[in-house]
């Protein structure tokens, strides 16, 4: 069974940055990974996914430019760095994984099987 332990939210001023990470323990094969975010009475929604096997990355259009996803394999570690923070990004983010699909557009929270427990992340005005 695949563990995912993410790590690294906090509360910055808008404007400001953070880096979350995500160690995936109990290894198993992976296509894909991603982060997803779910502000209170909103929706789980897509972040940024990247292959796990090659460089392939996708952002949604609300965090392009200023939301860097990158991973490092020998580590088993995702990141993603996040710039220019606006209090819309306060939610609380999760890193999931994938087994099987290798389409890394495909930002659905039900196509990903394996979830982190979450990190919360606050943006101040």
């Known amino acids: 069974q695949v563990q995912l332990v993410e790590s690294g939210g906090g509360s910055v001023q808008a404007g400001g940055s953070l880096k979350l990470s995500c160690t995936v323990t109990?290894?198993?094969?992976?296509?894909?990974m991603a982060w997803f975010r779910q502000a209170p009475g909103k929706e789980r929604e897509g972040v940024a996914a990247i292959a796990w096997r090659g460089d392939l990355t996708f952002y949604a259009e609300s965090v392009r430019g200023r939301f860097t996803i990158s991973k490092d394999n020998a580590k088993n570690t995702l990141y993603l760095q996040m710039d220019i923070l606006k209090p819309e990004d306060t939610a609380m983010y999760y890193c999931?994984?994938?087994?099987?699909?290798?389409?890394?557009?495909?930002?659905?929270?039900?196509?990903?099987?394996?979830w982190g427990q979450g990190t919360q992340v606050t943006v101040s005005s």
């Open positions: 109990k290894y198993v094969s992976l296509t894909r």
């Open positions: 999931a994984a994938d087994q099987y699909s290798q389409s890394i557009d495909e930002l659905a929270p039900a196509r990903y099987d394996y």
